[in-house]
């Protein structure tokens, strides 16, 4: 458990980088990369999955109805999220092979949604595709159903954490610090039953 107080501390430290007066640069993203050992178990990644899905249902909800997006296609796209929460949610519960038959369902329902937009970029083929948000729901569902469950957790985390701009590049930016603070706050509940406050208290000195 030494371990796991250790990759969750190293987080947070991140957070107050980023959070830092004295922060110019992006962080790389390899620094989630410990997400992988703690996914190990395929019941957490399946948790952390079902968590993160649910943190994208709220940005759906609160967010504004994309300009390229008509009102339909967008209830589509939250209603597909729901529901395959839902399943997730019986996963855990009761891993049967009819919900995980439902779940493969929903994979082929976010291929169809995110069309196929293919270009060549750099001498090789990048599919551009229609939703972030399907996106991260597709590795989500992934860790449910595969069994590189902690390769498609850190996807998930990946996408969900990383962002771009010019002032400071790719990768962790200080957009990126409340997303983090949620990932470490999700592994010290999931792992030690305390919040990050309890947990690390000095750490979070300020925070």
């Given at each position: 458990m030494?371990?796991?107080?250790t990759?969750?501390?190293?987080?947070?430290?991140t957070?107050?980088?980023?959070?830092?007066d004295?922060?110019?640069?992006?962080?790389?993203i390899?620094?989630?990369?410990?997400?992988?050992?703690?996914?190990?178990?395929?019941?957490?990644a399946?948790?952390?999955?079902?968590?993160l899905s649910?943190?994208?249902l709220?940005q759906m909800?609160?967010?504004e109805?994309?300009?390229?997006?008509?009102?339909s296609?967008w209830?589509?796209?939250?209603?597909?999220?729901?529901?395959a929460i839902v399943?997730?949610?019986?996963?855990?519960?009761?891993?049967?092979?009819?919900v995980?038959?439902?779940?493969?369902?929903?994979?082929s329902?976010?291929?169809?949604?995110?069309?196929d937009?293919?270009?060549?970029?750099?001498?090789?083929t990048?599919?551009?595709?229609?939703?972030?948000y399907?996106?991260?729901?597709?590795?989500?569902?992934?860790c449910?159903?595969?069994?590189?469950?902690?390769?498609?957790a850190?996807?998930?985390?990946?996408?969900?954490?990383?962002?771009?701009?010019?002032?400071y590049?790719?990768?962790?930016?200080?957009?990126?610090a409340p997303?983090l603070?949620?990932?470490?706050?999700?592994w010290?509940?999931?792992?030690?039953?305390?919040k990050?406050s309890?947990?690390?208290?000095?750490?979070l000195n300020?925070?």
């Open positions: 030494k371990a796991i107080a990759k969750i501390k190293k987080w947070v430290e957070v107050k980088e980023l959070r830092s004295k922060f110019r640069l992006s962080i790389s390899t620094r989630l990369t410990s997400i992988k050992s703690l996914c190990q178990d395929q019941v957490a399946q948790n952390f999955a079902l968590y649910g943190q994208v709220l909800e609160a967010a109805i994309p300009s390229d997006y008509s009102s296609e209830e589509t796209h939250k209603t597909l999220v729901s529901n399943e997730m949610e019986q996963y855990i519960y009761s891993p049967t092979e009819e995980k038959q439902s779940l493969w369902k929903f994979l329902q976010i291929k169809e949604l995110q069309g937009d293919f270009r060549n970029v750099h001498w090789s990048v599919h551009f595709v229609r939703s972030g399907l996106l991260k729901l597709d590795y989500a569902i992934r449910f159903i595969d069994r590189e469950s902690p390769y498609y850190y996807k998930l985390a990946r996408e969900y954490t990383e962002f771009y701009d010019p002032s590049g790719t990768g962790l930016i200080p957009k990126s997303r603070l949620e990932i470490a706050e999700f010290c509940q999931y792992y030690f039953g305390q990050l309890e947990k690390f208290p000095e750490l300020g925070e």
